[in-house]
């Protein structure tokens, strides 16, 4: 029981593929009724969970334009008429050396990857806290501990998605809510896919991970679900790395 979710509605953003998808149909598994957010539909992800008895309903959004969220947050409520589980997963990367690297890229980067997962947070916090409970779970990155390579704005984006979930975390810890982050090592999704098509940089990363293996989306689904669930009321403000031992090297 510890890791069941039946009866809680998941909001979960950046779910037309990859990590995202995954952990929608994981939690949903578990028994948690989800809303699905991207800003190129999630058709693929609601006839998957749908086709496994599961309950899901999508919204199309952009989630960088800032001042569309509490419409967003407000339609997402309509649909179960709770949030219990928020899954801040939507994320964008730019690959460009740091002194070729546009404002453009810059802010679009920031904007989704940092000011709407604390948008987010403050609308599904508040619900949050009226009911005395909640979920909250960031998707951080080993650039929330390391510099990377010419992705400056997705690294500084990602060491603050740490920090926030530090700085909720030890506000709400003591109101009931749990705020904690996942940080996954190298996934096979779209994120990575310019790195995935250079065989040299793939094999060298792939030889630096201990588990000698890339991630695949549904490695993410037991720690999501974990940070969903009961199993983990008593953890706040934790950045747990799902990495195949990348970080312990
Ligand atoms: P992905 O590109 O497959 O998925 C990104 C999702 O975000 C998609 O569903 C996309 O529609 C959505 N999205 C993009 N822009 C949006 C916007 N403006 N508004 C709403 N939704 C938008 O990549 P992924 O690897 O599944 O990435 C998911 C998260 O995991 C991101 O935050 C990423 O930074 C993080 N991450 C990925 C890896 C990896 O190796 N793949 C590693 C560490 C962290």
Redesign the pocket.
């Known amino acids: 029981m510890l890791f069941d979710l039946t009866g809680k509605t998941a909001l979960i ?8 998808q995954a952990m929608a149909i994981g939690l949903a598994q578990a028994g948690a009724s989800i809303v699905a ?4 539909g999630s058709d693929r992800t609601v006839e998957s969970v749908r086709a496994n008895g599961g309950q899901i309903e999508q919204l199309s ?4 334009k800032a001042d569309g969220l509490e419409d967003v947050f407000a339609k997402s409520l309509g649909f179960f008429g709770q949030i219990d589980i928020l899954i801040n ?5 730019r690959r460009t050396p740091a002194a070729q690297h546009s404002r453009q890229d810059w802010s679009d980067v920031i904007d ?2 940092l000011n709407s997962v604390f948008y987010l947070s403050q609308l599904a916090g508040g619900h949050m806290l009226a009911r005395g409970s909640g979920k909250i779970i960031n ?1 951080a ?2 650039l929330s501990f390391q510099g990377g390579l010419n992705v400056p704005g997705y690294t500084a984006s990602k060491h603050a998605v740490a920090g926030l979930t530090k700085a909720l975390a030890n506000e709400w810890a003591g109101k009931g809510l749990q705020v904690n982050a996942i940080a ?1 090592g ?2 096979t ?4 896919a310019a790195i995935t098509a250079d065989e040299k940089r793939y094999a060298s990363i792939t030889e630096r991970i201990p588990a000698g293996r890339w991630g695949k989306p549904e490695d993410l689904v037991g720690p999501a679900v974990f940070l969903a669930s009961k199993a983990s009321d008593y953890m706040n403000g934790h950045v747990l790395c799902v990495d195949g031992g990348w970080m312990a090297r």
Not at 37 to 40: C, K, Q, V
Not at 189 to 192: P, V
Request: proline share 3%.
């Open positions: 953003t950046g779910t037309s593929g990859g990590l995202g957010i991207s800003s190129s959004a952009d989630l960088s997963n939507a994320g964008i990367i989704l990857n998707i990155s080993m996954p190298y996934m999704t779209n994120n990575t």
